[in-house]
């Protein structure tokens, strides 16, 4: 059986579930939208952004505050 799973929920087929491989619900919806989520679940995650580490600020930087103190 492949997973995610989209399920009927109502004996009219008018909400529909996604379930994983543990029987836990990942969403519930319309027929589309669950094929939809389904899909998205079983796609596969590009790399992650690398990070990038922010400039320290100068000790001469004018920094004005938006509260006033």
Excluded: F
């Amino acid at each position: 059986m492949q997973y995610p799973q989209t399920i009927a929920l109502d004996e009219e087929e008018n909400i529909y579930v996604v379930v994983d491989e543990r029987g836990a619900i990942l969403g519930a919806g319309t027929r589309e939208v669950c094929e939809a989520m389904a899909e998205l679940t079983n796609s596969p995650i590009g790399s992650p952004a690398p990070y990038i580490q922010p400039e320290p600020l100068r000790s001469n930087a004018t920094i004005r505050s938006a509260i006033r103190i």
